[in-house]
């Protein structure tokens, strides 16, 4: 029995320095910015495949998973980080209609359930773009269509992210962990998602239906 109880511990223990790991992994590959959306990718395949699935070593599935993602997931963030950029200029001009009165102060809300919603589709596209080799237009869309469809699961995501940026204030060491540790609750979510929605095979877990799912192909 004692055995067994420290058993569990040690594969608990490993769990966090596996996920403190691929967070630091994730902070690097990030630093050009334009880089965030392949290591996003990366880091939920390692994630899958290293943590849940206990097959492979971290770091170089994660290093092969980021130069796969590499260019189309650059080209996919890109596309977000210029909605996003938009969507914040018009969030600091219609919070400053609302300082000085004016009527476009009226679209000071709607922005901001606007930029909502553009989290919860980067979210589920680079999701997406992690567990399925597809067209960048079809990681654009599937990854809208997920997102509309499972609303309250996103909603939850969402709200759990911002809480957590927010504890970062005052808690610093929670941002070590917050990449990795956030992507293994996104992980359970989608992949939950994608079982149910038959875009993966329930006996593998790792599998792509390509009956269910058109022009899509499973990453291995």
Same mark, same amino acid.
């Given at each position: ?20 790991? &691929? ?38 599935? =994660? ?15 890109? &596309? ?34 606007? &930029? ?53 204030? =005052? ?50």
């Amino acid at each position: 029995m004692r055995t067994m109880f420290d058993h569990k511990i040690f594969t608990v223990l490993g769990g966090v320095v596996d996920v403190v790991w &691929i967070s630091i992994l994730w902070y690097v590959s990030s630093l050009l910015i334009l880089t965030m959306g392949a290591a996003s990718s990366a880091m939920y395949y390692t994630l899958h495949v290293s943590l849940f699935k206990n097959e492979g070593y971290l770091f170089s599935t =994660y290093k092969r998973s980021f130069t796969d993602n590499l260019k189309k997931g650059t080209v996919v963030w890109v &596309i977000f980080l210029l909605l996003d950029a938009f969507l914040v200029f018009d969030l600091i001009l219609s919070r400053m209609a609302v300082s000085q009165g004016s009527f476009l102060g009226a679209l000071y809300f709607p922005v901001l359930v606007c &930029i909502v919603l553009a989290v919860m589709w980067q979210i589920s596209a680079m999701t997406y773009q992690a567990r399925f080799d597809d067209t960048v237009k079809n990681v654009l869309v599937k990854g809208a269509a997920v997102a509309m469809s499972n609303i309250g699961w996103m909603i939850f995501l969402a709200a759990i992210l911002a809480g957590a940026i927010y504890l970062c204030r =005052y808690l610093i060491f929670i941002a070590v962990i917050l990449p990795g540790g956030y992507t293994c609750l996104v992980h359970h979510v989608f992949e939950h998602i994608y079982e149910k929605m038959g875009w993966i095979k329930e006996e593998t877990d790792e599998e792509l239906s390509l009956s269910e799912v058109s022009e899509s192909g499973g990453k291995q």
